[in-house]
């Protein structure tokens, strides 16, 4: 059969031409059978199709077994994945293992327990799986040019597989592989998040022990060549939490893992692209297929470095004790313009930002059974990707609850849980409810009302420049800041004429992460970034005067990086 291979040589694309006899087929290819990727399987698999899996790691489940990133208290619920859990809970009851969960919060099962349940599921739907086997070639028909295939290796032997439908559950591999164009990391460098690198720790008391994930943050793999990176990843290895000066009779190494966490994975331009600005724009996709819950979760702290709409969300209105529903649609899920693929996982079309909101464990899960649907679908009817409707897809996946529209909570306060989820806050919706909210300590979700257009007050925060009330003042400063309105920019340059101050607002609730409860305020470095983000001629010798301080006042620093960061952007 003639066909198009696509591979990489040192980082290099290639295409050729060949003529290739598979030495497996089947109705499905699932590569990478991680968090996402092994539900993807079973969902396929459990409509009659043929599947076959491969994955680099030597057991199922991704990160979520592999690297021992057991602990995952955000995502929204339902789906395929609780039937999986169903089977953990019967083999963790039956066996002789370490709970991973603490006591009044979301499930965790340990490496061994998830690693079999989904073994058990993948071998009852009669799925093929390869484990430790690197994917090195992708496969297109020359007539169509679909993708219809992929080669292996596992070190000791090189395989190929032939499909109808491959899904990308490896972070992108097979994309990379294709030459498909990405979206890219942050704007101002093009870096993704850390990665974590992260180890299971055994603590307590003997007869009460418990083991979880500890876990570092750690460098960043963008731009870095595969040598640089397995450095980077065995440098880590030699640091807290792998090594400690000592381990006691109440804390033991327990797990190392075998592969590395990142947070955050290059996204495939996609046939939808649906990004955190579009969340902030008010764009609501209307094609939903399921819903994600999340923190904006970015692991890189140099918010100044960071896109617009990512420093809006948290360096701006102080939203970092919130998350976020996001609406997941089939377009989200399909390569732009590469027929015969799905993705499944971290890699699907949201971007730098908004990849953060998507990557929780129940939501990845979700996202690999709407790719398993999708590709039986594509198989059942003989259609493209791009044919599917979420009119044809919600059904069968309303059935084990992965789309329910009670998932769609909006912004909900992370340090109050609530019908498995997290209660969802009011906005304010009125000038008359915006008003005290700017001028208190905690003006979080008043800023995120005004960013959105869930309230209508730009006259009525134009007049509160000039109140009596500072706090009102400066953040309805702030606040017009964010909606790009100049008239902000006296009393912007007021803030920044004193010392920074700073408010501490506590939450009268506490979930899990007690840095959840505690938000501080202060402007001054508001007004720095929106100063340096405005960057009018005349303010050019504050933001030089920002820039150069040295001194040890944190705030000031933070200023002095957004500064920076505008000078070099003008000197771009």
Known sequence: MLMIRKTLIEGKQISCECDIEFDYSCDLLVVGLGTAGAISAIAAGKRGHSVIGVDLAPLPGGVGTAACVWDYYYGARGGLYNEINDAADRIMDGGCYYNSTKQGYKKSYPTTVKALALEEKLAEVGARCFYSSMITDVFLSAETGDVCGAAFCDGE????????????????????LLGVRNLGGRISD??????????GVMDGEPGSQRIHGAWSFCGQFSGLDPFEQAKMT???MTKPPVLVDKFTERSRLYALGCETAQREVLCCETEKVYSFEDFLDGRRPDDIIFYSFAPLDNSNPEFWDEDEDFQ??????????????????PGMLIPKGVGGMLLSGKHIGTGHTMTAGVRMRTDMEK??????IMASLMLERGCRATELTAEDIRPILAQTGCYNPENDIGIADLNIPDREMWKTCELPKTPDELR??????HPALGLFAVRTRAVEATEELVGWLGSDVRLLSENSAVALGLIGDRRCLPVLREILSREPETYTFNSEHKYFFPWLMKTDLCNYVKAACLISRFAEDEDLPLISSLASYSGDDRKREKAAEYAKAALKKIGE
Request: aromatic share 12%; net charge neutral; glycine share 12%.
């Open 234 to 236: 065995f440098e880590w």
């Open 190 to 199: 093009n870096k993704t998040a850390r990665f974590s690198r992260t180890v």
């Open 157 to 176: 032997r090189c395989f190929t597989v032939g499909s109808r439908v491959l899904i990308d559950g490896a972070e992108g591999a097979v994309f990379r």
């Open 312 to 329: 809006d969300w948290q360096g701006l209105c102080d939203m970092h004790a919130y998350g976020y529903t996001t609406g997941v649609t």
């Open 436 to 441: 005290p909210i700017l001028a208190s300590i």
């Open 367 to 372: 996202c690999g059974e709407a790719a398993g």
